[in-house]
């Protein structure tokens, strides 16, 4: 593996988070539930990008991908570039510790239950979700409140933190007829929605649900409108 040639640092890194278990690497195939390179790369870059956005709601806030098996891949090179103390950051290491108790949170709803869809127990997995709550957590550095309520998602009880039943019915008009909802895809649109999904959830702190998840959709659309329109006139 491209990584694993290159040092340990970043499976090292995964593993103090939990969001790796001890002693086990990255998967070489990305599979439903599996741990990957391009899914921490991503996560770590969306937490830097999160912090350098300063007003959310008038910015342009789509979380990234990092390439999958590019050892230069410019956005992950870059980050390590601009930030040498990376894998000592106090406060990154706080969140991927974060992520992997919601991780384990969701797995564990649904644990022993019967005729769940696959995708369900590992939805906090999916590259569009995870690279959005990371994205939300970096936004949200100087907003210790907000934080601790972005945290706290996997504590919601009464039904899976994620709510993945609501996510799959969340859409937009324009949508077409075969899109899924939230959390099964990882394209670009996927990653902005959850973004603004993630940092409603966090004005509040109730959890997510299927209004919510309606509101930050259209949030999404009528800012990328907004955004579109500002440029046309820049």
């Known amino acids: 593996m491209i990584e694993t040639a290159k040092g340990s640092d970043l499976r090292a890194w995964a593993q103090k988070t939990g969001i790796l278990p001890p002693k086990k690497d990255f998967a070489d195939q990305p599979t439903r539930g ?9 996560f770590i870059v969306n937490y830097y990008r999160g912090k350098a956005v300063i007003d959310f709601e008038n910015s342009q806030t789509m979380p990234i991908l990092c390439a999958s098996g590019v050892e230069n891949d410019y956005q992950w090179t870059s980050i390590i570039d601009e930030n040498p103390e990376l894998w000592k950051e106090d406060k990154l290491l706080e ?7 919601l991780v384990a949170a969701q797995r564990k709803t649904f644990a022993g239950q019967k005729g769940v869809k696959a ?3 590992v939805k906090a997995l999916n590259l569009a979700v ?4 990371a994205f939300v957590a970096g936004a949200l550095q100087n907003n210790p409140t907000r934080l601790q309520r972005h945290f706290e998602l996997r504590d919601e009880s009464g039904h899976d933190p ?3 039943s609501s996510l799959a019915q969340g859409r937009f ?6 899109y899924r ?3 099964y895809r990882t394209d670009a649109k996927e990653r902005g929605r959850l ?17 919510l998840i309606q509101n930050a959709i259209r949030k999404y659309e009528m800012k990328a409108i907004q955004l579109e329109m500002d440029e046309d006139e820049g």
């Open 119 to 121: 995708d369900y127990p």
């Open 130 to 133: 995870a690279s959005a709550w």
């Open 162 to 164: 994620l709510d993945a």
């Open 34 to 42: 599996s741990i990957t390179v391009r899914l921490v790369r991503s």
């Open 173 to 178: 008009k324009s949508d077409s007829a075969n």
């Open 95 to 101: 969140v991927g510790r974060q992520y992997a108790l």
């Open 181 to 183: 909802g939230l959390g």
């Open 195 to 211: 973004a603004e999904v993630f940092y409603m959830q966090a004005e509040k702190g109730k959890g997510l649900s299927l209004a």
